[in-house]
């Protein structure tokens, strides 16, 4: 039986020491743990930011290419119509000399 | 004697940064009142895109605004709205406070430049009472380039 300062009975033997080490490495796990997880939380959601941007940027780059093809076609098309016109008009010529 | 000193361009590293971000970087000179604007990434998100241009106006309604030289030799993708907002409304704003000088530096592929053209032509064609006929808009090789010319 143990006795406080005042004489009283302590029921409560006082926990081991190793216990008190445990507890605190547990706490300190704990707040690594939470350490831990806000870390990759953060990392994950620049992680998903950079893909919406890559997202973007793809569907950006194909719209280019969107663009720049009908572009191209736009050009080919006059081309061929000029080639048809000068094709049709050195007929129409030579008709004219003959 | 006066009038050379006057007429003497800056030097890039006489620049002072206004802001430093992800997506770009921009500079200003206020003597001279040139601003230079970096783009730093391969593609700009057209919020961020609108959030620098937001943060360019500060200095040009502070009365920089006799050149703004814009550097895209970063940028790999053209974004259609982005380009249009800038090329319809900032440029149509900034002109009123005074903006008319443009000087812009592309990326060498000649691809781009040639995507750049064809936007170009379009946003013209959709939106036929811009400003760009009043503006002076050149493209340069470098900063120091768009500095002098």
Redesign the interface.
């Known amino acids: 039986m143990e006795l406080d300062y005042e004489g009283k009975i302590i029921s409560m033997k006082t926990p081991p020491e190793s216990y008190l080490i445990f507890k605190e490495e547990l706490k300190k796990a704990e707040i690594e743990k939470e350490r831990l997880k806000a870390e990759y939380e953060e990392k994950l959601r620049e992680m998903n930011m950079e893909l919406s941007?890559l997202k973007?940027?793809i569907s950006?780059?194909q719209?280019?290419m969107k663009?720049?093809l009908t572009?191209a076609s736009r050009l080919e098309n006059e081309i061929n119509g000029l080639h048809k016109q000068i094709s049709e008009d050195k007929k129409q010529r030579k008709g004219s000399f003959h | 004697m006066k009038e050379s000193t006057l007429s003497q361009q800056p030097n890039v590293s006489q620049f002072e940064s206004h802001f430093d971000g992800r997506f770009a970087k921009v500079t200003y000179h206020e003597p001279s009142g040139i601003i230079i604007c970096e783009l730093k990434s391969e593609y700009v998100p057209i919020e961020h895109f609108k959030d620098i241009f937001y943060k360019i106006s500060e200095l040009v309604k502070r009365g920089i605004s006799q050149k703004f030289i814009f550097d895209k030799r970063a940028l790999r993708a053209f974004h259609q709205p982005s380009m249009e907002w800038y090329f319809v409304v900032w440029k149509k704003e900034m002109y009123q406070h005074g903006l008319s000088l443009h000087r812009k530096i592309l990326p060498d592929e000649p691809w781009f430049q040639k995507s750049v053209e064809i936007a170009k032509e379009q946003i013209v064609k959709n939106y036929p009472d811009t400003i760009v006929d009043k503006l002076d808009i050149r493209y340069c090789d470098s900063i120091q380039e768009a500095i002098e010319n």
């Open positions: 941007f973007e940027q950006s780059q719209d280019m663009t720049t572009y």
